[in-house]
């Protein structure tokens, strides 16, 4: 089963270091949240401690994984985030990550951009739309 949130809040920071992208199902007080996280650049110390890449973080830091996302599907009113079998243990979920999105709530065109390019940039897979 996958693990679902019915996205109310989406929120998008760019810094000099990173950008950081977040989906929750409450704007003040989340209780179910992802946070997906994208350095823009990795140094040595970087590679070498295997945090040369995407970030991605459920709920709390104890539940996070570098690199566990395989490939992303975009749909208009959800995005599905499919998870390595390592990440998917890390996580504490079962299956894949499935951020359901209300358009008329939230505005999430700029996350939706920023995913698209942090996946085009760590090579993740981009599955086409489902036939409806």
């Known amino acids: 089963m996958a693990y679902i949130i ?6 998008v920071v760019d810094d000099e270091a990173c950008t950081v992208v977040t989906f929750a199902d409450h704007p003040e007080m989340p209780s179910r949240w992802v946070m997906i996280q994208r350095a823009l650049s990795y140094d040595e110390q970087d590679r070498r401690l295997g945090m ?3 970030y991605l973080e459920v709920e709390d830091q104890s539940r996070s994984v570098y690199r566990g996302i395989e490939a992303m599907r975009f749909e208009p009113d959800y995005i599905e985030i499919r ?3 390592e990440a998917v ?3 504490a979920v079962e299956g894949e990550i499935v951020l359901r999105l209300n358009a008329q709530a939230v505005d999430t065109t700029e996350a939706l951009e920023k995913l698209r390019e942090f996946a085009r940039a760590e090579k993740i897979e981009i599955l086409p739309a489902e036939s409806r």
């Open 83 to 85: 998870l390595g079998a």
């Open 6 to 11: 019915d996205c109310h809040h989406v929120s």
């Open 89 to 91: 243990q890390q996580l």
């Open 52 to 54: 040369d890449g995407i």
